[in-house]
């Protein structure tokens, strides 16, 4: 048996497991004997299926065994975020409404990737319904491990959220693909703060099916990995038009991502570079631009000139959205009934004032309130209005250039507790990645190097709808220069 | 309105939490969209799928009684079963018996 190195991506552990090099249960034993090692120091998994994944790795084996052909991801080990549904384990969405609820069946990009031979060994914590830039708003306490979340580069700060648990991880470790959901940044923020790549896709690409609603024409489910590489192959087994979500599409995903032509016309949108973007994270982003300039990009400066009002427009369509999806947990349908109610909305109240955790309340009672009569012209229609204006700000910037580059964040990751007390302080972390999601379109955070205190900064890609496959590309060429994807930090004693 | 319980002690920071946010989203009063409206949808493509039947057990499809009912935590073989929501006092009391 030859293992992996500690670094190598899921595509290698894939090629490895098909030439005979390594098995399936091989690997899955050694990555869970690592999840558990980083588990007492991060926190990052709430549910581990070590029997399971060993059997399903037994299985796969065996096939292989047989002569069948390895599967793309054969042999991968693959976690999945707490808000996507698994039939293995509870999906709770890190909230105590839902703890204890086992869903009848998996989200369809589960489904993807089980189809596609990866090994599902565990589900992530995350901000509760998936409402936080932390990963502090969980109500799930992670077995084994701190009370919440933390960055494997430094377990004093937070991994960034809410795919803060899959996003530590994939910091931690190599190998391994994780699902996340990314509503106005949840993947591109915490991959930027753990040193990994991580992918929003293009709005509908991926079926929301089994996602725990927060923002229905916002979230999207997306993966991170180690590479581009890893990312893209983790898109391919995910992604497509599903009879199970009506807003899903099929977007143009040709086989190998090496054939993907490599988009030349960069460009720089000036509005994300602004006060608040730490010089350090301006000099490692223009310090990418540059890397992809000398190997022949053509850059050119761009604007985006509703950038501006994108944070305050998310405030108010997010939380009107989370407000309609989370009505259906009142005790009744969904989430544990309040003791003795007295009567209906009574037992409505209590049961949502019991289960929902402090931010989630804050959030639904804004959304309530944008969404009432006398304020919808006022807010949500106005932020509506404004969201179409951001949304043609992209499709007019990308008749001119292929893929942006921008920092994911303007600020390195911040240490536990620091931003708790200030909610309004947490919601500008999103300043950089909300508008994507607003437009729909497809981004990718990529590692660029770690700061003077050692701690990982991420850039971001973005694209024209569909051209996922040309921001990976990009992605992929610029790892192709540089070394920034494979650091890892020290494993712990 | 959202049917949350909101205790006395956390009302004041609500406030001061939604007098912040508030002011700034205000910020979208700036721009003028009065004028120049286009008529780009919130998001791309047709989110109505096509009108027509699908098959018990295909994507998308109905789900048959038995494997709908399989899914709840407590069924009969034709219901749901949950508990009971008003008591019989509050029952009586509205006369609904």
């Known amino acids: 048996m030859t293992l992996p190195e500690r670094d190598a991506s899921a595509l290698e552990v894939r090629n490895m497991v098909a030439a005979g090099d390594v098995t399936c249960a091989e ?73 204890g609820f086992v869903a009848p069946e998996d989200a369809t990009a589960v489904r993807g990737m089980l189809d596609a031979g990866a090994i599902l060994v565990g589900k992530t914590n995350c901000d509760e319904f998936a409402m936080g830039s932390s990963c502090e708003n969980s109500a799930l306490v992670p077995p084994g491990g701190p009370r ?46 753990c040193g990994v790549t991580g992918h929003k896709p293009t709005y509908g690409a991926v079926s929301r099916s089994g996602l725990v609603a927060f923002g229905s024409s916002l979230d999207q489910v997306g993966p991170f990995g180690r590479t581009a590489g890893d990312v893209y192959a983790a898109l391919q087994a995910i992604a497509g038009r599903d009879g199970l979500d009506s807003t899903s599409k099929d977007i143009e995903l040709p086989g190998d991502l090496g054939s993907v032509p490599t988009p030349r016309r960069i460009g720089v949108p000036r509005e994300y570079f602004v006060d608040g973007v730490t010089p350090e994270i301006e000099r490692r982003t223009r310090h990418v631009i540059a890397t992809l300039a000398a190997d022949g990009c053509e850059v050119v400066d761009v604007s985006l000139p509703h950038t501006r009002y994108a944070n305050a427009c998310y405030q108010v369509v997010s939380t009107a959205e989370a407000s309609s999806n989370l009505a259906r947990y009142d005790g009744v349908r969904f989430g544990p009934r309040s003791e003795s109610p007295g009567d209906l909305e009574a037992l409505y109240q209590g049961s949502r004032g019991d289960g929902f955790g ?81 437009a729909g379109v497809p981004a990718t955070s990529i590692p660029a190097g770690l700061d003077s205190d050692g701690l990982p900064i991420g850039v971001q890609l973005i694209g024209a709808d569909g051209a996922d496959a040309s921001v990976l590309a990009l992605a992929d060429r610029y790892q192709s220069l540089c070394d920034d994807h494979r650091r890892l930090p020290e494993v712990p004693a | 309105m959202s049917m949350l319980r909101v205790d006395d002690g ?48 295909a994507p998308g499809g109905p789900l048959d009684r038995s494997g709908l009912l399989g899914r709840a935590p407590l069924a009969s073989d034709e219901a749901f079963l949950v508990p009971r929501v008003v008591s019989r006092r509050e029952r009586g009391k509205a006369g609904s018996e």
């Not at chain 1, 980083?38 to 070590?50: A, I, K, N």
């Not at chain 1, 494997?152 to 700060?157: L, T």
């Not at chain 2, 920071?13 to 780009?40: K, M, Q, T």
Request: with cysteine.
């Open chain 1, 27 to 99: 690997v899955v034993a050694a990555y869970l004997d690592e999840a558990t090692r980083w588990q007492s120091r991060l926190g990052c998994l709430v549910e581990t299926f070590g029997d399971d994944a060993r059997t399903v790795a037994r299985a796969a084996d065996a096939r292989l065994a047989r002569g069948e052909p390895a599967r793309p991801l054969e042999g991968v080990p693959f976690t999945a975020k707490a808000n996507i549904a698994t039939k293995l384990g509870e999906t709770s969405a890190g909230s105590a409404m839902l703890r």
């Open chain 1, 148 to 193: 919440t979340t933390r960055n494997p580069w430094d377990v004093a700060r937070v991994p960034g959220g809410s795919s803060g648990g899959g996003a530590a991880l994939a910091g931690a470790t190599g190998w391994a693909i994780h699902l996340g959901s990314d509503t106005g940044g949840s993947i591109r923020q915490p991959a930027a703060f």
């Open chain 1, 358 to 438: 402090a931010e989630v309340k804050r959030r639904i009672l804004l959304g309530t309130f944008v969404l009432s009569a006398g304020y919808a012209d006022e807010y949500y229609e106005r932020a509506l209005a404004v969201r179409r204006r951001i949304r043609s700000d992209f499709v007019r910037v990308f008749e001119a250039v292929d893929v942006l580059i921008c920092p994911t964040s303007p600020i390195a990751p911040f240490r536990v507790g620091e931003r708790v007390t200030d909610p309004l302080a947490l919601y500008a972390c999103d300043v950089l990645t909300v508008a994507a999601n607003l």
């Open chain 2, 10 to 57: 956390e009302i004041d920071g609500l406030v001061e939490h939604f007098s912040r946010v508030l002011d700034f989203v205000e910020l979208l009063g700036e721009v003028d969209i009065s004028v120049g409206a286009d008529r780009l949808p919130v998001v791309d493509g047709d989110a109505l799928r096509p009108d027509v039947t699908r098959e018990a057990g």
